[in-house]
């Protein structure tokens, strides 16, 4: 599974973005897909995913403000987020995990900034 992330770019505080991942290879294999973030100096932090069944979750930090989609057709997921606070900031990495096996896909990642 390839995972090609896109979307990014710089947005100032309150602003919307909406980022894109496609996918390709088995996709029968994946079990969900979703976004991971990555600030300058600080851990990878989970979030959002959607399952094959389309479950989803957030973290408590993006609820209310960011919606994960899927369009099936195209093999791609989506990440809009709107009122974009400076903590926002990050890389945003695409993510899917095998449905079996449990390996782990990542994509290359693709930077949001949000100016304040």
């Known amino acids: 599974v390839q995972l090609q992330a896109s979307g990014g770019g710089l947005v100032q505080a309150g602003e919307s973005l909406r980022l894109s991942c496609a996918a390709s290879g088995n996709m029968i294999s994946i079990a969900a897909m979703g976004w991971y973030r990555q600030a300058q100096g600080k851990q990878r932090e989970f979030v959002a995913r959607i399952t094959g069944e389309q479950n989803v979750n957030y973290a408590d930090s993006v609820k209310g403000r960011f919606t994960i989609s899927v369009d099936n057709t195209r093999n791609t997921i989506y990440l809009q987020m709107n009122s974009l606070k400076p903590e926002d900031t990050a890389v945003y990495y695409c993510?899917?995990?095998?449905?079996?096996?449990?390996?782990?896909?990542w994509g290359q990642g693709t930077l949001v900034t949000v100016s304040s």
């Open positions: 993510h899917a995990i095998h449905r079996t096996t449990r390996l782990h896909y």
